[in-house]
């Protein structure tokens, strides 16, 4: 009897805690449809203030009060600018329609991908299988260089004919390079793992002395590049556990990718 009583109990509550989660559900679409601002008789809801305000949260302003008038008048002005465009009939051009149903388009395929991504289950063998493959593609060794990105071929030519006279990289850097991480150091780029250089320099210095510029140019979608072999030195890649983080988000993004192709391939397009 008292086991009746008892599972009779747990499934009162259970009814009753569900009862409650649907009605905090309600309760916050409710509040989320109430007037924030009401400008000549249009309603800017509650709803509207909180995307703006988590997308400045997100950038890191602090919430604030400030930060809430300033969304105020936001909606004030953009409330106001909307009736404005619709009494001189420009949300009837054909451009302006498009643009709002590709803005529609992009605001529900980004909630759909968050919500497949919420929803997936990565499991440890993934993420293993990922971390192997990233360990192989990052190589044991790490590259000190040093490159000058120009934007045609014959400027680079030139560079390298002035190198091997005996002029010095870091002088024509700051002249001629368009890079602007590395002109201000000479030319110098940070360490970077085999795996982590574009291919074409990577193959370009993978044979090079410590010293010693490459022969030719090497191509790029960014331009042309002189690149000088600096220093190597051997390269352990970090724990799985220190990438995690960032293997999860691979592996994510290839699932996603999956099932995005999945449905292109059952999608009729003509």
């Known amino acids: ?12 509550f259970l009814c009753f805690d569900a009862a409650s989660a649907i009605a905090a559900e309600n ?15 249009a309603i800017q809801p509650n709803a509207h203030a909180e995307i703006l305000l988590r ?12 930060l809430r008038d300033g969304v105020r008048d936001i909606l004030i002005n953009q409330s106001i600018m909307e009736q404005e465009a619709r009494k001189v009939g420009l ?25 497949v991504l919420s929803e997936l289950q990565i499991k440890d063998d993934d993420l293993k299988a990922e971390y192997d493959n990233q ?12 490159h000058l990105l120009v934007a045609e071929e014959s400027t680079a030519k030139l560079l ?16 001629y390079s368009r890079d602007s991480s590395t002109n201000e150091k000479g030319g110098l780029s940070d360490w970077s793992a085999q795996g982590n250089l574009l ?9 090079l002395p410590k010293g010693k510029v490459a022969a030719n140019a090497v191509k790029t979608d960014a331009g042309w590049h002189v690149v000088q072999l600096e220093d190597t030195r051997p390269y352990k890649a970090p724990s799985m556990q220190d990438l995690k983080p960032q293997l999860t988000q691979i592996v994510a993004r290839r699932l996603l990718d ?3 192709k999945a449905l292109r391939e059952k999608a009729k397009i003509e």
């Open 55 to 66: 997308e400045q949260i997100a950038r890191g302003v602090k919430d604030s009060q400030q």
């Open 135 to 146: 360990v192989i593609r990052l190589g044991d060794k790490e590259y000190l260089i040093r």
């Open 160 to 175: 390298i004919e002035k190198l091997q006279a005996g002029a010095k990289m870091a002088d024509l850097a700051k002249e």
């Open 27 to 41: 309760d916050a679409k409710a509040s989320l449809s109430k007037p924030y601002v009401t400008v000549n008789g």
């Open 199 to 207: 291919p074409q320099v990577a193959a370009a210095i993978k044979t």
């Open 91 to 115: 949300d009837k051009e054909v451009l302006v329609q498009a643009q709002i149903e590709l803005a529609r388009q992009n605001i529900l395929a980004q909630a759909w991908q968050q919500k």
């Open 1 to 12: 009897m008292k086991s009746a009583i008892f599972t009779f109990a747990i499934g009162a």
């Open 258 to 260: 999956a099932q995005i």
